[in-house]
């Protein structure tokens, strides 16, 4: 299914004078594209800070962020790297959360690579939930992206929000989790969410979870861990 267009939801839920400043700061964007970089902070003002704006969990200081990348012109690598750099955590955010739809602007699919590594060596949540988003988790290596998933689970990242998660889960990142969901139930720490979604693959290691006093394996992956073990020969009861 095809996402609404961030434009039409904008306009129906911006007050008329903040959308008034949002098609200004867009016309001009499109003049100047380097006259983002004073627009961009300038959203959390006009437009909302970390307001909702759908169902989805979409933000609208994101989207109006968005809508100003879209009305430029040109290159946007560098620009994308002045906004990332030069800002906060919303402008950062914002930042990651545009790079699928600015594909066609880089001079590579992977060319902003270096903001989401820059995001993942931090430890701030917010950052590491874009990071992960579906440029990151299209675009990372395979070791790159299982240490994101680690990470974001250590900071209490749920899992769900890591695009691509069920196509590059290998048994490597379920192993790696399985040692973090018994590392966290002996030190009586919540497990991180989603991290089922990963084990639901490899249901011996569910198995060896679910032997361990210490770890609440959840009663549905008691029922289908030991039939899918059998299905694949990995033993079970």
Do not use: N
Request: proline residues 7%; neutral net charge; hydrophobic residues 45%.
């Amino acid at each position: 299914m095809t996402a609404p267009d961030p434009l039409s939801l904008v306009r129906d839920v911006l007050p008329p004078a903040d959308l008034a400043w949002l098609e200004k700061a867009r016309a001009r964007a499109a003049a100047d594209p380097r006259s983002v970089i004073l627009l961009f902070p300038a959203v959390g003002r006009h437009c909302g800070r970390r307001r909702a704006l759908d169902a989805g969990g979409r933000r609208l200081d994101d989207a109006c962020r968005a809508l100003l990348l879209d009305a430029t012109t040109g290159p946007v690598l560098d620009l994308l790297g002045d906004l990332y750099h030069d800002g906060g955590v919303d402008e950062r955010r914002a930042v990651l959360k545009a790079l699928p739809r600015l594909l066609d602007r880089l001079p590579a699919e992977s060319a902003a690579l270096a903001l989401v590594h820059d995001a993942l060596r931090g430890d701030d949540p917010v950052l590491l939930e874009a990071a992960v988003g579906p440029y990151g988790g299209r675009h990372l290596d395979q070791d790159s992206f299982r240490r994101a998933v680690l990470k974001c689970a250590l900071a209490g990242v749920p899992l769900t929000a890591v695009a691509t998660l069920r196509e590059r889960a290998d048994r490597t990142l379920a192993r790696m989790l399985a040692g973090l969901v018994r590392d966290r139930a002996a030190a009586g720490l919540d497990l991180p969410e989603g991290v089922w979604v990963v084990l639901h693959d490899h249901p011996d290691l569910v198995l060896d979870l679910d032997a361990d006093e210490a770890v609440r394996v959840p009663g549905e992956a008691r029922t289908w861990a030991p039939r899918l073990a059998r299905t694949l020969g990995m033993g079970g009861a």
